[in-house]
């Protein structure tokens, strides 16, 4: 199997409808390992850097973590390859670039993938539907522990694991939770969930993560600080605390739109309807943007007969990778913008649509 | 008969389909003339406004230009009232302010009206749909020889007739085309329509006339001055050389959209078919704006089942005024958003919609 075999959907974490769907996209939890004996990666020679990736993989595919398991050369593979796996979250950005050797392996489920040589040696990953930290901690510590019976991982008695960068020392967990909140950001009360992180030392990102603005009013939340607690509490605090709080204020936000602006609210979900079934050209702001109006339009049972699992996965298929890979050919921006229009058509208009 | 007669409908002019109707919606004639033995208004008592208001009065009344005819009063009339004549083009904005004697003659289809006491004494308007000009001048000299019967027009052998500003005075006439130019808009000729325009002295105006925007890609072409040339010259000129030539240059960009930029075409079209019929929430100018583009679309073609001259009527019906007339209510800006999406979609879906 290879990359050709990705692509026509999105993988099952966002296509899948998880508990708390209306409001959580995804659980995502990412552990960060270095291999005892080698350098951190910014120290590390090209021929330590092979190794380190011959290693890796090897006990990696001689675990059997999944039925099938696919490897990417990124040292190796095409420009738009790399792009697709960023798209699809299955890389960081930053692993995307450079030459030095690195790669990934992922399960063709995509439910997760392992990184080796991207800020540290390995970064292992593991994404679901909907609101399901337990499970998906549960799968990364398994493969955590696989691999440190093979592998000996860098640890400090006092400090734990040790990581390239500071803040990943500890438990090197960074637990991320993504989040549909169009109802705060349409009645302004974002910024408070803003303030309210930030005050807890937790990250606000965009859908595409670090360093990205939340198009499409896709929010991740994650942890920024790895020392001193345990995974345990950490999660407790995600699973019962915090992410709830923020899925309440959403569900009461789209409640008092509901009641007190309902023309408003329907407006913007039935323009959106109109505008992605109607549209020629659509750039890929605009699609995220009507895509969060629609998908609280079905959340909220205000559009009927369109499956609000469709409207996951168009978030990721409408980006620019995925649409040259769906044409098969290299596609100019303004291309682009016709194809994505027609895609999207397509999708929504072929499940019968709103009247379906 | 009274106002309330009016409103449900738009007038013949702009709800009929004249000539060339896919690109000029109508065509205007309007004669200044002031009655001899009495001063310019800016000079005028109001005893001599009143007795101005009842001499023209009775001669209009007296004169049988049409079978049902209505008076306005304007200085006795509520400002909704005032307000839904301006939207409809019978009186001016200038005619619907102050507080001084002053009305308006109305032939119930619309077709022409009298404003006494505007800027000048009397204002004879004819309005048809489509490119008309001759028969609108036609019917503008028929009641100007009959008003001229009985009224001693201020008339200089030298000058012509007389009137309150100098740009009026000679034929004492305005020659006005509303043309439709979104091709134009869209490519960026329009601006050398303008230069053109502004060279040969003609004024460019938009929908709503003098100090207006062209929204909604509606452009009223006019002459600027009056003096030294016969109507017949000027008529001439406006008739067989310069609105057939606005028309071609419109009709030759559609054709270049059509060929080379279909998908930009067809995106303007289907986006505003699609949130025409779908907004819950409208405001004026995004009314007129895709009313625009609708229009386009189905002068083209490019939208079957759509009646153009429901889109001409809609320019005017989606107004403030006719909007509170509609609901026979007053109305706040955010009511008025409301009503004018549901009035829209109701009025395009009735007609079976574009697949219909």
Same mark, same amino acid.
């Given at each position: 199997m290879n990359l050709r075999d990705l692509g026509e959907h999105a993988g099952q974490w966002l296509r899948g409808a998880g508990p708390h769907g209306e409001v959580v996209l995804s659980s995502r939890v990412r552990l960060a390992r270095n291999v005892a004996g080698f350098p951190f990666l910014a120290k590390a020679s090209d021929a330590q850097r092979r190794e380190l990736v011959e290693l890796c993989r090897s006990r990696i595919f001689d675990s059997?973590?999944?039925e099938k398991m696919l490897w990417v050369p990124l040292d190796e593979s095409p420009k738009l390859d790399r792009q697709l796996l960023v798209e699809r979250h299955l890389i960081s950005r930053q692993h995307a670039r450079g030459d030095a050797a690195r790669g990934v392996a992922i399960s063709l489920d995509e439910a997760f993938g392992i990184m080796v040589?991207?800020?540290?040696?390995l970064r292992i990953q593991v994404l679901r539907s909907g609101m399901q930290l337990d499970d998906v901690f549960a799968q990364a510590s398994q493969i955590d522990d696989v691999l440190e019976g093979d592998l000996h991982f860098a640890y400090s008695?006092?400090?734990?694991y040790l990581t390239a960068?500071?803040?990943?020392? *500890? #438990?090197g967990i960074r637990v991320s939770v993504m989040l549909h909140l169009p109802a705060l950001k349409m009645t302004g009360d974002i910024e408070k969930v803003r303030r309210a992180a930030k005050d807890m030392h937790l990250a606000v990102r965009g859908f595409?993560?670090? *360093? #990205?603005?939340a198009v499409g009013d896709l929010y991740q939340i994650s942890n920024q600080a790895t020392l001193g607690r345990s995974e345990q509490d950490l999660l407790a605090d995600f699973q019962h605390e915090i992410i709830p709080k923020i899925i309440e204020y959403e569900q009461r936000a789209r409640h008092a739109l509901e009641q007190a602006r309902t023309a408003l609210l329907d407006d913007r979900i039935h323009r959106a309807w109109a505008i992605l079934t109607s549209a020629r050209l659509l750039g890929s702001e605009e699609a995220l943007y009507l895509l969060s109006h629609l998908r609280l339009g079905v959340a909220m049972g205000?559009?009927?007969?369109?499956d609000i699992c469709t409207l996951n996965e168009l978030f990721v298929l409408t980006q620019p990778a995925h649409l040259q890979r769906i044409t098969k050919r290299a596609l100019s921006g303004g291309e682009r913008r016709e194809v994505r229009a027609a895609f999207v058509r397509q999708r929504l208009t072929e499940q019968g649509g709103k009247n379906g």
């Open positions: 059997g973590f999944a040589n991207e800020e540290d040696h008695p006092k400090l734990g960068c500071p803040t990943n020392v *500890g #438990t595409h993560g670090e *360093g #990205t603005e205000r559009i009927p007969g369109v």
